[in-house]
Protein backbone atom coordinates (compact mmCIF):
# COMPACT_ATOMS: atom_id res chain seq x y z
CA UNK A 1 0.00 0.00 0.00
CA UNK A 2 2.61 2.39 0.81
CA UNK A 3 4.21 1.78 -2.62
CA UNK A 4 0.96 2.44 -4.15
CA UNK A 5 0.53 5.38 -2.36
CA UNK A 6 3.50 6.88 -3.56
CA UNK A 7 2.53 6.59 -6.96
CA UNK A 8 0.26 10.11 -6.49
CA UNK A 9 4.00 11.67 -6.51
CA UNK A 10 4.11 11.09 -9.79
CA UNK A 11 3.76 14.00 -12.25
CA UNK A 12 2.20 11.83 -15.28
CA UNK A 13 -0.67 10.44 -12.26
CA UNK A 14 -1.59 13.87 -11.36
CA UNK A 15 -1.69 14.79 -14.79
CA UNK A 16 -4.25 12.38 -15.64
CA UNK A 17 -6.18 13.58 -12.78
CA UNK A 18 -8.53 15.93 -15.02
CA UNK A 19 -9.55 12.96 -16.67
CA UNK A 20 -11.85 11.75 -14.00
CA UNK A 21 -15.69 12.54 -13.72
CA UNK A 22 -16.17 15.95 -12.05
CA UNK A 23 -18.63 15.35 -8.65
CA UNK A 24 -21.95 16.07 -9.80
CA UNK A 25 -23.53 19.16 -8.85
CA UNK A 26 -25.66 17.98 -6.02
CA UNK A 27 -22.86 16.95 -3.94
CA UNK A 28 -21.95 20.74 -3.21
CA UNK A 29 -25.36 21.62 -2.58
CA UNK A 30 -25.79 18.59 0.09
CA UNK A 31 -22.37 19.75 1.48
CA UNK A 32 -23.08 23.32 1.55
CA UNK A 33 -26.26 22.01 3.21
CA UNK A 34 -24.25 20.20 6.18
CA UNK A 35 -22.68 23.32 7.29
CA UNK A 36 -24.49 24.67 10.50
CA UNK A 37 -21.77 26.45 12.19
CA UNK A 38 -19.73 29.70 12.09
CA UNK A 39 -17.08 30.31 10.85
CA UNK A 40 -17.99 28.38 7.19
CA UNK A 41 -14.40 27.01 7.11
CA UNK A 42 -13.88 23.75 5.28
CA UNK A 43 -11.08 21.68 5.40
CA UNK A 44 -10.23 18.67 2.31
CA UNK A 45 -8.01 15.89 3.60
CA UNK A 46 -6.33 14.18 0.88
CA UNK A 47 -7.56 16.73 -1.48
CA UNK A 48 -5.44 15.85 -4.61
CA UNK A 49 -5.80 18.47 -7.16
CA UNK A 50 -9.01 19.57 -5.60
CA UNK A 51 -11.85 18.20 -7.67
CA UNK A 52 -14.06 19.24 -4.03
CA UNK A 53 -12.24 22.02 -2.93
CA UNK A 54 -11.93 23.96 -6.01
CA UNK A 55 -16.02 23.24 -6.69
CA UNK A 56 -16.42 24.10 -3.28
CA UNK A 57 -14.61 27.33 -2.44
CA UNK A 58 -17.35 29.40 -3.71
CA UNK A 59 -19.47 28.22 -1.61
CA UNK A 60 -17.95 29.10 1.48
CA UNK A 61 -15.97 31.53 3.48
CA UNK A 62 -12.54 29.63 3.51
CA UNK A 63 -11.53 26.13 2.23
CA UNK A 64 -8.28 24.38 3.55
CA UNK A 65 -6.65 21.79 1.07
CA UNK A 66 -4.15 19.16 2.23
CA UNK A 67 -2.63 16.65 0.72
CA UNK A 68 1.06 15.33 0.83
CA UNK A 69 1.67 15.15 -3.02
CA UNK A 70 3.41 18.13 -4.22
CA UNK A 71 2.24 17.16 -7.38
CA UNK A 72 -1.27 17.29 -6.90
CA UNK A 73 -0.86 20.61 -5.32
CA UNK A 74 0.35 21.95 -7.89
CA UNK A 75 -1.93 20.50 -10.61
CA UNK A 76 -4.42 21.94 -8.46
CA UNK A 77 -3.44 24.73 -8.52
CA UNK A 78 -3.34 25.20 -12.02
CA UNK A 79 -6.59 23.77 -12.60
CA UNK A 80 -9.77 26.24 -12.85
CA UNK A 81 -10.84 28.06 -9.64
CA UNK A 82 -7.24 26.64 -8.07
CA UNK A 83 -6.28 30.46 -7.45
CA UNK A 84 -9.14 31.33 -5.55
CA UNK A 85 -8.27 33.80 -2.83
CA UNK A 86 -10.20 31.78 -0.32
CA UNK A 87 -8.68 28.54 -0.98
CA UNK A 88 -5.54 27.86 0.26
CA UNK A 89 -2.47 24.47 -0.59
CA UNK A 90 -1.15 23.04 1.73
CA UNK A 91 1.76 19.87 1.03
CA UNK A 92 1.60 17.98 4.12
CA UNK A 93 -0.02 14.39 5.48
CA UNK A 94 -2.83 15.55 7.08
CA UNK A 95 -1.97 13.67 10.74
CA UNK A 96 0.85 16.53 10.85
CA UNK A 97 -0.86 19.34 8.56
CA UNK A 98 -0.87 23.06 9.63
CA UNK A 99 -4.38 23.42 10.60
CA UNK A 100 -5.97 27.10 10.76
CA UNK A 101 -9.21 26.01 11.81
CA UNK A 102 -12.25 26.11 13.74
CA UNK A 103 -13.70 23.92 10.65
CA UNK A 104 -17.68 23.80 9.83
CA UNK A 105 -16.91 20.73 7.21
CA UNK A 106 -14.69 18.15 7.00
CA UNK A 107 -14.60 16.59 3.22
CA UNK A 108 -12.78 13.42 2.43
CA UNK A 109 -13.13 12.19 -1.17
CA UNK A 110 -11.32 9.43 -2.71
CA UNK A 111 -8.41 9.38 -0.34
CA UNK A 112 -9.35 8.69 3.36
CA UNK A 113 -8.35 4.91 3.15
CA UNK A 114 -4.71 5.99 2.39
CA UNK A 115 -4.41 7.76 6.05
CA UNK A 116 -3.60 6.36 9.77
CA UNK A 117 -7.27 6.71 10.78
CA UNK A 118 -6.27 7.26 14.13
CA UNK A 119 -3.75 9.78 14.05
CA UNK A 120 -5.99 11.50 11.33
CA UNK A 121 -8.92 12.15 13.41
CA UNK A 122 -6.52 12.53 16.85
CA UNK A 123 -5.48 15.88 14.28
CA UNK A 124 -8.78 17.29 13.16
CA UNK A 125 -10.91 16.80 15.87
CA UNK A 126 -9.53 19.60 18.04
CA UNK A 127 -10.12 22.05 15.23
CA UNK A 128 -13.85 21.43 14.63
CA UNK A 129 -16.84 23.60 15.23
CA UNK A 130 -19.33 21.94 17.72
CA UNK A 131 -21.65 21.20 14.91
CA UNK A 132 -19.18 20.15 12.36
CA UNK A 133 -19.42 17.20 9.99
CA UNK A 134 -17.01 14.85 8.47
CA UNK A 135 -18.41 13.92 4.91
CA UNK A 136 -16.55 11.01 2.64
CA UNK A 137 -17.83 11.11 -0.72
CA UNK A 138 -17.38 8.71 -3.00
CA UNK A 139 -18.04 9.13 -6.80
CA UNK A 140 -17.79 7.30 -10.30
CA UNK A 141 -19.51 5.83 -13.38
CA UNK A 142 -22.25 3.50 -13.00
CA UNK A 143 -23.80 0.60 -14.45
CA UNK A 144 -20.93 0.60 -17.25
CA UNK A 145 -21.91 -2.33 -19.97
CA UNK A 146 -18.56 -3.03 -21.13
CA UNK A 147 -17.23 -3.70 -17.35
CA UNK A 148 -17.44 -7.56 -17.92
CA UNK A 149 -15.50 -7.28 -20.47
CA UNK A 150 -12.82 -4.77 -19.16
CA UNK A 151 -12.30 -6.18 -15.65
CA UNK A 152 -10.09 -8.94 -16.42
CA UNK A 153 -7.80 -6.62 -18.41
CA UNK A 154 -7.78 -4.40 -15.26
CA UNK A 155 -7.21 -7.10 -12.98
CA UNK A 156 -4.43 -8.40 -15.21
CA UNK A 157 -2.32 -4.83 -15.35
CA UNK A 158 -3.24 -4.02 -11.45
CA UNK A 159 -0.68 -3.62 -8.86
CA UNK A 160 -3.11 -4.18 -6.07
CA UNK A 161 -3.77 -7.70 -5.82
CA UNK A 162 -6.93 -9.32 -3.60
CA UNK A 163 -9.31 -6.21 -4.24
CA UNK A 164 -12.32 -6.87 -1.73
CA UNK A 165 -15.12 -5.31 -3.71
CA UNK A 166 -17.32 -5.09 -0.99
CA UNK A 167 -15.04 -3.32 1.57
CA UNK A 168 -16.57 0.14 3.05
CA UNK A 169 -14.22 2.60 4.31
CA UNK A 170 -17.07 4.34 6.16
CA UNK A 171 -18.14 1.27 8.38
CA UNK A 172 -14.47 0.80 8.81
CA UNK A 173 -13.96 3.56 10.72
CA UNK A 174 -17.45 3.46 12.06
CA UNK A 175 -16.47 0.32 13.35
CA UNK A 176 -13.51 1.35 15.22
CA UNK A 177 -15.03 3.52 16.83
CA UNK A 178 -14.23 6.86 14.99
CA UNK A 179 -17.32 8.03 13.59
CA UNK A 180 -20.60 8.87 14.93
CA UNK A 181 -22.35 8.37 11.37
CA UNK A 182 -24.91 10.38 11.01
CA UNK A 183 -26.66 10.01 7.34
CA UNK A 184 -25.64 8.78 4.14
CA UNK A 185 -27.64 10.34 0.34
CA UNK A 186 -26.95 8.92 -2.92
CA UNK A 187 -26.59 11.75 -5.48
CA UNK A 188 -28.72 11.26 -8.86
CA UNK A 189 -27.32 10.44 -11.98
CA UNK A 190 -26.08 12.69 -14.31
CA UNK A 191 -24.26 11.48 -17.68
CA UNK A 192 -20.75 12.24 -18.26
CA UNK A 193 -19.36 12.33 -21.91
CA UNK A 194 -15.93 11.03 -22.28
CA UNK A 195 -13.64 9.94 -25.01
CA UNK A 196 -12.15 6.70 -24.99
CA UNK A 197 -8.62 8.00 -25.18
CA UNK A 198 -9.56 10.64 -21.72
CA UNK A 199 -11.21 7.18 -20.59
CA UNK A 200 -8.20 5.51 -20.66
CA UNK A 201 -6.38 8.27 -18.89
CA UNK A 202 -8.70 8.58 -16.38
CA UNK A 203 -7.81 4.68 -15.27
CA UNK A 204 -3.87 5.54 -15.12
CA UNK A 205 -4.76 8.25 -12.53
CA UNK A 206 -5.45 5.56 -10.69
CA UNK A 207 -2.41 3.83 -7.72
CA UNK A 208 -3.00 0.85 -9.60
CA UNK A 209 -2.64 1.03 -12.86
CA UNK A 210 -0.48 4.06 -13.14
CA UNK A 211 2.08 4.49 -16.09
CA UNK A 212 5.09 4.85 -13.80
CA UNK A 213 3.90 1.14 -12.62
CA UNK A 214 4.49 -0.32 -16.22
CA UNK A 215 7.10 -0.86 -18.87
CA UNK A 216 6.59 0.86 -22.18
CA UNK A 217 4.93 -2.01 -23.51
CA UNK A 218 3.04 -3.00 -21.05
CA UNK A 219 1.32 0.46 -21.32
CA UNK A 220 1.03 0.18 -24.84
CA UNK A 221 -0.52 -3.52 -24.43
CA UNK A 222 -3.27 -2.12 -21.60
CA UNK A 223 -4.16 0.58 -23.92
CA UNK A 224 -4.99 -0.98 -26.93
CA UNK A 225 -6.86 -3.76 -25.06
CA UNK A 226 -8.98 -1.33 -23.44
CA UNK A 227 -9.24 0.72 -26.44
CA UNK A 228 -10.64 -2.42 -28.48
CA UNK A 229 -12.92 -3.39 -25.39
CA UNK A 230 -14.68 0.27 -25.21
CA UNK A 231 -14.63 1.04 -29.12
CA UNK A 232 -17.95 -0.93 -29.89
CA UNK A 233 -19.70 0.97 -27.05
CA UNK A 234 -18.59 4.65 -28.16
CA UNK A 235 -19.77 6.89 -30.77
CA UNK A 236 -17.67 8.72 -32.28
CA UNK A 237 -15.19 7.73 -30.66
CA UNK A 238 -17.13 8.96 -27.12
CA UNK A 239 -18.97 6.97 -24.13
CA UNK A 240 -22.23 7.93 -22.17
CA UNK A 241 -21.04 7.27 -18.61
CA UNK A 242 -24.06 7.53 -15.55
CA UNK A 243 -22.20 9.29 -12.69
CA UNK A 244 -23.46 9.43 -9.02
CA UNK A 245 -21.71 9.90 -5.63
CA UNK A 246 -22.40 8.68 -2.26
CA UNK A 247 -21.91 10.50 0.57
CA UNK A 248 -21.60 9.43 4.32
CA UNK A 249 -21.32 12.04 7.03
CA UNK A 250 -21.08 11.59 11.04
CA UNK A 251 -18.83 13.12 13.96
CA UNK A 252 -15.51 12.67 13.93
CA UNK A 253 -14.50 10.98 17.51
CA UNK A 254 -10.79 11.29 18.74
CA UNK A 255 -9.77 7.88 20.62
CA UNK A 256 -8.31 8.09 24.23
CA UNK A 257 -4.66 8.35 23.96
CA UNK A 258 -4.48 9.38 20.90
CA UNK A 259 -2.78 13.51 20.84
CA UNK A 260 -3.98 16.35 19.11
CA UNK A 261 -3.42 20.20 19.65
CA UNK A 262 -6.35 22.60 20.00
CA UNK A 263 -7.63 25.45 17.51
CA UNK A 264 -6.55 28.32 17.81
CA UNK A 265 -8.30 31.46 19.00
CA UNK A 266 -9.89 33.52 15.67
CA UNK A 267 -10.40 37.17 15.83
CA UNK A 268 -13.69 38.22 14.55
Known sequence: MTELAATFQYE????????RPPYPD??????????????????????GEGAIARPLAPRVEWVDAIDFSQRMVDAGRRRPGGDRPNLSWQVSPIETADLDGPYALVTAGASIHWMPWAETFARIVPHL???AQL?????????????????????????????????????????????ELTGTARTARVTYRQSVADYIEKLHSTSS?????????EAAAFDQSVEQTLRPYAHDGVLDLSIEAQLSWGRPVQQPGTAGSAAPERSA
Not at 12 to 19: E, F, I, M, W
Not at 31 to 37: A, K, Q, R, S
Not at 154 to 167: G, I, M
Open 26 to 47: EVFDRLEGLIGDEPRRVLDIGA
Open 129 to 131: TPK
Open 135 to 179: VVIEHGAVDEPWLGELLPILERHSRKKNHDPSFSVVDAIRDRGLL
Open 209 to 217: LARDLMTPD
Open 12 to 19: AVAAAYQY
